[in-house]
Antibody, heavy 121, light 107 residues
Framework: EVQLLESGGGLVQPGGSLRLSCAAS????????MSWVRQAPGKGLDWVSG???????YYRDSVKGRFTISRDNSKNTLFLQMNSLRAEDTAVYYC???????????????WGQGTTVTVSS | DIQMTQSPSSLSASVGDRVAITCQAS??????LNWYQQKPGKDPKLLIY???NLETGVPSRFSGSGSGTDFTFTISSLQPEDIATYYC?????????FGGGTKVEIK
């Protein structure tokens, strides 16, 4: 069964850090791009970051310099290191598999169940 | 960033009705347009990719059309299990951007 399982969410103070993980199974992880998409409470979907099969990384402007996406193909795991967190980063964070090897030009056909990040003092 | 304008933001229809949702991109995105379904408390599900291609396993009552800047998503015969919020998403240019969503309810 194709599956993505996120972990690492939690409550953190403004300015703090969290590292999200996404364990993939049931498909050849290394040949697909992966993305992180977030959803603030009661709001729509926002793409946060993506990484190609070759390791090229991409970010939305509001997280550039604060978030780092990475992948460990030997462990079929995607990561998102989040530093200098702000209240507006509060959201459910989903990892998603892209249909191709780059995060653009292709839709996202497998999603995890999400992990909740709350930034509050 | 490419803006995706989706309408309506919500709709109420009867079981068996034909339902249509439109999505307009702020610039030409060719056919790099996807449609997702998100049920309450669940993760999104890809229904349509490349504007008109049905994802494997998705019922044929769902369809998509359009290219360039104007796109339409249609449910040919609304079913009770289709209650959800639907999002369009462009994948032509980073950052990937989504429409604001359309909440579909049963009348």
């Amino acid at each position: 069964e194709v599956q993505l399982l996120e972990s690492g969410g939690g409550l953190v103070q403004p300015g703090g850090s969290l590292r999200l993980s996404c364990a993939a199974s049931g498909f050849t992880f290394s040949i697909y791009a992966m993305s992180w998409v977030r959803q603030a409470p009661g709001k729509g979907l926002d793409w946060v970051s993506g990484i190609s099969s070759g390791g090229s990384t991409y970010y939305r402007d509001s997280v550039k310099g604060r978030f780092t996406i990475s992948r460990d193909n030997s462990k079929n795991t995607l990561f998102l290191q989040m530093n200098s967190l702000r209240a507006e980063d509060t959201a459910v964070y989903y990892c998603a598999k892209n249909r191709g090897g780059i995060p653009y030009y292709y839709g996202m056909d497998v999603w995890g169940q999400g992990t909740t990040v709350t930034v509050s003092s | 960033d490419i803006q995706m304008t989706q309408s309506p933001s919500s709709l109420s229809a009867s079981v068996g009705d034909r339902v249509a949702i439109t999505c307009q991109a702020s610039q030409d995105i060719s056919n790099y347009l996807n449609w997702y379904q998100q049920k309450p408390g669940k993760d999104p599900k890809l229904l349509i990719y490349d504007a008109s291609n049905l994802e494997t396993g998705v019922p044929s009552r769902f369809s998509g059309s359009g290219s360039g800047t104007d796109f339409t998503f249609t449910i040919s015969s609304l079913q009770p299990e289709d209650i959800a919020t639907y999002y369009c998403q462009q994948c032509d240019t980073l950052p990937l951007t989504f429409g604001g969503g359309t909440k579909v309810e049963i009348k």
